[in-house]
């Protein structure tokens, strides 16, 4: 596969960008505004429901853990920042939970947890660099588009839950954040390239897999010094990931491929609804396919230059759905396909659809009905949703204040959480009791 210059699509009845209502000074101006509109009504919903208590895999991935390394000799310390949580290694999570610790000397939820949401403003922030790249006419509509898919509420659990948006943000932004300075020339930029393609793999299960395209984005460019790095980076610290790693979590159903299949279409779609997100999931699919901004010449498949990396994004977003579908087939049906962790994948793939649509058809005729009637779909989509996630997040802020140390469903894993919290305050690394009424 081969890179190319941008070209002009002369093939189409095009519109000069400079001849319509949207290069208007002050369209212009409120598009500039209106981009960031998604993600302040997204912080002000954090901050309404944010408390500074912790809730289920809060516990034992920051708490249990900072007691651990709190305690630990030096080298125990390294041991433990790699050492295994569930199915996954976060290094990124807990480097930042063990440097907020000795700033600060206190763990706060609400930090923590704000720390995390941040991640996705720097993933919204550099997609809008590669839109801008790759759409320079138009990018400003695109990248308002985008961020009503990224910034949606049915993403409350990353929202609302520290762990669980320092993790599941963080893969996103450390590979995204490696493809930007793998964009750029230079060594200084290649280093950096490589440190966050490491700290991707070493983030969770699936940055090994983000990793990978990190390599096939490098892979067909001319300088294959970097790719050789990268591509050494991917096999070394991939193989140094899976030493003495073990499934931890295991599903309840064996492998099938329809199934997995509908579970696969029903979370691309599920940014639109569940009862037809298949249907949803399969015409996300079709689109990307056939929009995907690739061109063939001579027998040759080439993508242009400044579309590469959206590419290798979509691609690396349908791969880890795909993983999810397989290894979390236990989960299949309405709580599998909401587990809300999950659906940022969901949001950045449909974002990416409409980037896709963009691409090909800027400044042709058909681009703006198409707009106007997407937008409109997305805004209803992002209505229910924003329902829903708010509604959600009022739960989960009411379990965290009324539900003693809950850390599970089970009384066994209350038992346990408050094991956890008692060392932790204990510590004195975090006391629950001082938020709560709990004993």
């Known amino acids: 596969m081969d890179t190319a210059k941008p070209i002009s699509n002369t093939s189409m009845t095009a519109v000069p960008a400079n001849s319509t209502l949207y290069q208007n000074r002050y369209v212009q101006y409120a598009l500039s505004i209106l981009i960031f509109i998604p993600a302040l009504v997204y912080f002000i919903k954090v901050n309404e429901y944010a408390v500074n208590i912790p809730y289920v895999d809060d516990y034992n991935a920051i708490l249990d853990f900072l007691s651990q390394f709190k305690t630990a000799s030096v080298g125990d310390k390294f041991l433990l920042l790699f050492s295994q949580h569930i199915d996954h290694r976060i290094f990124h999570s807990r480097v930042v939970y063990a440097i907020y610790y000795y700033i600060f000397g206190k763990i706060n939820f609400i930090h923590i947890t704000v720390l995390g949401n941040l991640q996705l403003v720097v993933i919204f922030l550099i997609l809008v660099h590669f839109i801008r790249k790759a759409i320079p006419d138009y990018w400003k509509i695109a990248a308002?588009?985008?961020?009503?898919c990224i910034f949606d509420l049915s993403n409350y659990e990353n929202a609302?839950?520290?762990?669980?948006?320092?993790?599941?943000?963080?893969?996103i932004m450390l590979f995204l954040l490696s493809l930007f300075f793998f964009t750029k020339r230079g060594v200084k930029y290649a280093i950096l390239g490589i440190a966050f393609e490491f700290t991707t793999i070493f983030s969770s299960s699936n940055g090994m897999f983000f990793a990978l395209f990190i390599f096939l984005f490098l892979l067909p460019q001319k300088d294959k010094r970097r790719a050789i790095a990268s591509g050494i980076t991917l096999l070394v610290f991939?193989?140094?990931?899976?030493?003495?790693f073990t499934r931890a979590t295991s599903t309840t159903e064996s492998f099938s491929f329809l199934g997995d299949m509908r579970f696969f279409l029903l979370m691309i779609g599920s940014h639109f609804?569940?009862?037809?997100?298949?249907?949803?999931?399969?015409?996300?699919l079709a689109i990307l396919i056939v929009l995907?901004?690739?061109?063939?010449?001579?027998?040759?498949?080439?993508?242009?230059?400044?579309?590469l990396p959206l590419v290798c994004t979509a691609a690396a977003l349908l791969v880890a759905i795909i993983l999810v579908s397989i290894f979390r087939s236990g989960l299949r049906g309405p709580v599998g396909a909401y587990s809300s962790h999950y659906l940022i994948l969901s949001h950045l793939v449909v974002a990416l659809a409409f980037v896709f649509?963009?691409?090909?058809?800027?400044?042709?005729?058909?681009?703006?009905?198409v707009t106007i009637a997407g937008t409109i779909l997305l805004l209803i989509a992002y209505k229910t949703n924003y329902e829903y996630g708010n509604g959600c997040m009022a739960i989960i802020r009411?379990?965290?204040?009324?539900?003693?140390?809950?850390y599970g469903q089970s009384s066994d894993y209350q038992a346990m959480g408050k094991v956890i919290a008692e060392k932790a305050c204990t510590l004195d690394i975090y006391c629950i009791q001082d938020y709560t009424n709990f004993r």
């Open 144 to 148: 308002l588009i985008a961020g009503i």
């Open 160 to 171: 609302t839950i520290a762990m669980f948006g320092m993790q599941n943000y963080g893969v």
């Open 398 to 406: 009411d379990k965290k204040v009324n539900v003693p140390y809950c």
């Open 357 to 369: 649509f963009w691409i090909r058809f800027q400044g042709n005729k058909i681009a703006w009905p």
């Open 238 to 244: 991939s193989a140094l990931f899976l030493t003495n």
């Open 273 to 284: 609804s569940y009862t037809y997100g298949v249907l949803f999931g399969g015409l996300i």
């Open 292 to 307: 995907l901004p690739i061109t063939v010449k001579s027998r040759k498949m080439a993508i242009k230059e400044d579309t």
